[in-house]
């Protein structure tokens, strides 16, 4: 599987950049390595069974195998998941993905001037 919705409606690909969440942790930047299981299903326990990501993500050498459900697309959600209180590696991390996508909008480049990396 190369591509596939998440519970928000926003398709994901492989090689997107997207915010992954992971409990514990601010959603952070990632890039979709690959994308496993069949589409959205509903099993016997009535539970929704999303697809499973693998991310890298940015700021870290480490990937995670993650549910679908869990990411965003990184462009269009920036200014809901951009955590302004987090600093140091989370703002690499940002800046990395920003330049990943190609795409350092004023409002990226405004929030990411305004902190120490």
Request: charged share 20%; proline share 5%.
């Given at each position: 599987m190369t591509k596939c919705v998440t519970e928000e409606g926003h398709a994901v690909a492989v090689g997107d950049i997207v915010w992954g969440k992971i409990h514990g942790f601010p959603w952070w930047p990632a890039r979709v390595l690959s994308i496993s299981g069949t589409h959205k299903q509903e099993t016997a326990s009535c539970e929704a069974q999303w697809p499973q990501a693998k991310v890298a993500w940015f700021g870290s050498p480490t990937t995670s195998q993650l549910s679908v459900a869990k990411l965003?697309?990184?462009?269009?959600?920036?200014?809901?998941?951009?955590?302004?209180?987090?600093?140091?590696?989370?703002?690499?991390?940002?800046?990395?993905?920003?330049?990943?996508?190609?795409?350092?909008?004023p409002e990226i480049t405004s929030l990411l001037s305004h902190c120490d990396t």
């Amino acid at each position: 599987m190369t591509k596939c919705v998440t519970e928000e409606g926003h398709a994901v690909a492989v090689g997107d950049i997207v915010w992954g969440k992971i409990h514990g942790f601010p959603w952070w930047p990632a890039r979709v390595l690959s994308i496993s299981g069949t589409h959205k299903q509903e099993t016997a326990s009535c539970e929704a069974q999303w697809p499973q990501a693998k991310v890298a993500w940015f700021g870290s050498p480490t990937t995670s195998q993650l549910s679908v459900a869990k990411l965003s697309p990184f462009r269009e959600l920036f200014r809901s998941r951009f955590n302004r209180k987090k600093k140091g590696m989370y703002r690499r991390a940002i800046l990395e993905a920003a330049k990943a996508v190609g795409h350092m909008s004023p409002e990226i480049t405004s929030l990411l001037s305004h902190c120490d990396t």
